[in-house]
């Protein structure tokens, strides 16, 4: 057992690591969206990233000889990567058009606290007091932050209902991502969830083809970015930490990237925060340290599947030990 007991110690870390990685990317795709979305229409720039991120998934999974999914998981993966890589996309990037930032910011963080109601439910992980304070503290910052972003407050019904669809496909998405990853790995999930949204977004095809033309050299790389780092690589170090962890713990996590968002304006974009801001920055990160806090009779990890190891290198069919 003591010999377990550093490999469990490191594959925490990891974990967090991923998680690290996943929100300061996801972070940086507020950035990028701005550029990218005035030169490009919200299915055509959902169509661009996803292309770019399957391609580099592919390539990935080219070069790790990563199979095919399991029976199992394809209606998990199907049914996430319709709804988060495809639906939620589309409608966040269209409903950012019709409203200000700082409205959709807020509207779009309700997903994190659907997330754990839902896992909590379906998956039964249950609602611990430090998750669902730790969400109520976060989301007190979120909406703290959203107004330090608003402008003149104007919101069209449409960009308001369409910041609502964002925020049901993003913790719909989460929510079914979890037991595909109980039968494929990571890498399998995502690389074929995006290839389900990229496919959904065909109908985007003559947009796509039309706006690159005229589209500046920043917009587009600024598509390509958004594709192959918020969306190829934080999406696969999001799944890596969702498995080891519930869907509610890892979306409150995600509750760093408004303060992020606050930080990268001002190093970036030159935006220099409010009080308001700041004050919301911080009220996000101390909400994600107390829903992330577990007495200590509650320290032990989650249990994991016997396989984890073996699906993390995206083999299907591998059996390994499980970690302790």
Same mark, same amino acid.
């Given at each position: 057992?003591?010999?377990?007991?550093?490999?469990?110690? +490191?594959?925490?870390?990891?974990?967090?690591?991923? =998680?690290?990685?996943?929100?300061v990317l996801w972070a940086? =795709?507020?950035?990028?969206?701005?550029?990218?979305?005035?030169? *490009?229409?919200?299915?055509?720039?959902?169509?661009?990233?996803?292309?770019?991120?399957? %391609?580099?998934?592919?390539?990935?999974?080219?070069?790790?000889?990563?199979?095919?999914?399991?029976?199992?998981?394809?209606?998990?993966?199907?049914?996430?990567?319709?709804?988060?890589?495809?639906?939620?996309?589309? =409608?966040?990037?269209?409903?950012?058009?019709?409203?200000?930032?700082?409205?959709?910011?807020?509207? #779009?963080?309700?997903?994190?606290?659907?997330?754990?109601?839902?896992g909590g439910r379906m998956?039964?992980?249950?609602?611990?007091?430090?998750?669902?304070?730790?969400?109520?503290?976060?989301?007190?910052?979120?909406?703290?932050?959203?107004?330090?972003?608003?402008?003149?407050?104007?919101?069209?019904?449409?960009?308001?209902? %369409?910041?609502?669809?964002?925020?049901?496909?993003?913790?719909?998405?989460?929510?079914?991502?979890?037991?595909?990853?109980?039968?494929?790995?990571?890498? &399998?999930?995502?690389?074929?969830?995006?290839?389900? @949204?990229?496919?959904?977004?065909?109908?985007?095809?003559?947009?796509?083809?039309?706006?690159?033309?005229?589209?500046?050299?920043?917009?587009?790389?600024?598509?390509?970015?958004?594709?192959?780092?918020?969306?190829?690589?934080?999406?696969?170090?999001?799944? *890596?930490?969702?498995? +080891?962890?519930?869907?509610? +713990?890892?979306?409150?996590?995600?509750?760093?990237?408004?303060? %992020?968002?606050?930080?990268?304006?001002?190093?970036?974009?030159?935006? #220099?925060?409010?009080?308001?801001?700041?004050? @919301?920055?911080?009220?996000?990160?101390?909400?994600?340290?107390?829903?992330?806090?577990?007495?200590?009779?509650?320290?032990?990890?989650?249990?994991?599947?016997?396989? #984890?190891? =073996?699906?993390?290198?995206? &083999?299907?069919?591998? #059996?390994?030990?499980?970690?302790?």
């Amino acid at each position: 057992m003591s010999a377990d007991a550093p490999d469990s110690g +490191r594959q925490k870390w990891l974990a967090l690591g991923a =998680a690290g990685v996943t929100v300061v990317l996801w972070a940086s =795709a507020f950035v990028s969206i701005r550029s990218a979305g005035e030169a *490009y229409s919200p299915g055509a720039l959902t169509l661009g990233r996803l292309l770019a991120a399957v %391609l580099a998934l592919g390539a990935v999974c080219l070069v790790r000889r990563v199979g095919w999914p399991s029976r199992a998981a394809w209606p998990w993966i199907a049914a996430s990567g319709f709804l988060w890589f495809g639906v939620y996309n589309v =409608a966040l990037n269209w409903g950012e058009q019709e409203v200000d930032a700082g409205t959709a910011a807020m509207l #779009v963080n309700i997903a994190p606290l659907l997330v754990a109601l839902i896992g909590g439910r379906m998956l039964g992980e249950g609602l611990p007091r430090t998750l669902l304070a730790g969400m109520g503290l976060s989301f007190l910052g979120a909406v703290v932050v959203g107004v330090s972003m608003s402008g003149d407050g104007d919101a069209s019904a449409l960009g308001v209902l %369409l910041c609502l669809v964002a925020a049901v496909t993003y913790a719909a998405g989460v929510v079914l991502q979890k037991p595909a990853l109980g039968h494929a790995g990571p890498l &399998q999930v995502v690389t074929f969830s995006a290839l389900v @949204g990229l496919v959904a977004a065909l109908p985007f095809s003559g947009a796509l083809v039309s706006e690159i033309a005229d589209a500046p050299a920043s917009a587009t790389l600024n598509m390509i970015y958004l594709g192959l780092f918020p969306t190829a690589l934080a999406f696969t170090t999001w799944a *890596y930490a969702l498995a +080891r962890t519930t869907a509610g +713990r890892m979306s409150a996590t995600t509750y760093v990237v408004p303060a %992020l968002v606050v930080l990268m304006s001002w190093v970036l974009l030159g935006e #220099v925060p409010g009080l308001f801001g700041l004050l @919301g920055g911080a009220l996000c990160l101390a909400g994600v340290a107390v829903s992330r806090y577990r007495p200590r009779t509650d320290a032990a990890p989650p249990p994991a599947d016997a396989a #984890v190891a =073996a699906r993390d290198a995206g &083999q299907p069919g591998e #059996v390994g030990q499980p970690a302790r």
